[in-house]
């Protein structure tokens, strides 16, 4: 870490003592809220009246954006579109969704009088034959976080992590230190806890995501971070929210560009939107999840004659694949913010063709870290 690279520290956000007496503080002022609910609830239904429960609605995007369109649509990431009433008075449906969320709720409010945690597949099995499936749990607790106006990791309940992280960083997590930059080609699991997190130091120049599990290997194996000055993240897959909130975290803290590599499919472009604009499921935290200055760096549809890639490696896009970027299109933000990324999924859709990252691999087993991934961020060849 010595010579002219220059060491980027993430401002503390506060001591130990300061976080952990805030942590105590919105934990204690949540169970009021809590028991304050239940407590109306069970007066409501005691005087003989049906509990009625509004949850907002957010929508951070839309599929019906049409540029030639005269009214804007009303997606946002801060103001409600709408309201959702539960009641007992209602039909099933709303009157299942109640009874979930209030049995959800009972759970959580143990957890925080407890200070334990659990995962949402925890809370399923305590009353699966009313839960029916972790899906349903999972529904009950976006309810909630709206309800209290707060997020999933306020509520004690947490997920099983699937990111990982390698490269030139740094930081402890609680007691746990987690010193990437003493082996950097090492994989690490993402910290779930992004509020533990503490003395963050990096000489890195830039954070590079990729989608896969499988390329990041490829660029561990190839000693891509010992030769490059970067953190590599990927969130193998569509990232779970613990892989989000800690590559904000990251660009926040340590004011460092995000790059990233998907493969050049509608659900590459799909992973890659969910990074910089959020998911519609989380729409509520989407302003807490998203980063919005991510580049996409490829693989592009004119990646394959530009690289003079073998036919093989092409792939013919499936009905399914054309009926997602079709789904993808309409979406408002790309026509509001992103028109040269809509472009480039037009001209997949135009071409009807895809190809994976590790189609690069034609060219040399090594190139994606040798020259590829390099020469785009040193030239700037990204959207």
Request: glycine letters at 4%; one cysteine or more; aromatic letters at 8%.
């Amino acid at each position: 870490m010595a010579g002219r690279d220059k060491r980027r520290r993430a401002a503390p956000l506060e001591g130990d003592e300061q976080q952990l007496r805030r942590r105590q503080e919105e934990a204690a002022l949540l169970l009021r809220r809590i028991k304050g609910l239940v407590r109306w609830v069970v007066e409501e239904v005691a005087a003989g009246r049906s509990p009625s429960i509004v949850l907002h609605r957010y929508r951070n995007y839309c599929s019906a954006a049409d540029s030639a369109s005269p009214s804007p649509c009303a997606c946002s990431y801060d103001v409600p579109v709408g309201t959702d009433v539960l009641s007992l008075l209602h039909n099933d449906y709303h009157t299942s969704r109640l009874n979930v969320l209030l049995r959800v709720l009972l759970v959580v409010q143990k957890l925080l009088q407890q200070n334990k945690h659990c995962s949402k597949r925890d809370i399923y099995y305590m009353y699966p034959s009313i839960f029916v499936e972790v899906a349903v749990v999972d529904r009950a607790i976006n309810d909630i976080c709206i309800l209290l106006k707060c997020s999933r990791h306020n509520l004690n309940v947490v997920p099983v992590v699937k990111g990982l992280v390698m490269g030139w960083i740094r930081f402890v997590e609680g007691e746990k230190k987690v010193y990437c930059i003493t082996n950097v080609n090492a994989a690490f699991s993402i910290p779930v806890d992004i509020e533990a997190i503490k003395d963050v130091v990096s000489v890195a120049h830039y954070i590079l995501v990729v989608e896969k599990e499988t390329v990041f290997q490829r660029l561990a194996n190839d000693k891509f971070c010992e030769r490059n000055r970067c953190i590599v993240i990927t969130g193998r897959g569509y990232p779970d929210i613990p892989t989000r909130r800690f590559l904000r975290y990251l660009v926040e803290q340590l004011h460092l560009p995000a790059y990233c590599l998907v493969d050049s499919d509608p659900y590459g472009f799909d992973i890659l939107a969910t990074y910089k604009f959020g998911s519609l499921q989380l729409a509520h935290d989407a302003n807490l999840l998203r980063v919005p200055d991510i580049r996409w760096l490829g693989v592009f549809t004119s990646d394959f004659e530009e690289y003079c890639l073998p036919d093989c490696c092409l792939l013919h896009l499936s009905p399914e694949d054309r009926r997602k970027a079709e789904r993808i299109l309409a979406r408002c933000y790309l026509h509001r913010e992103v028109p040269e990324w809509r472009s480039e999924l037009e001209a997949m859709l135009q071409k009807g063709v895809k190809f994976e990252i590790e189609a690069l691999s034609a060219n040399s087993i090594s190139f994606l870290s040798d020259e590829y991934i390099p020469q785009k961020i040193k030239q700037g060849m990204h959207l």
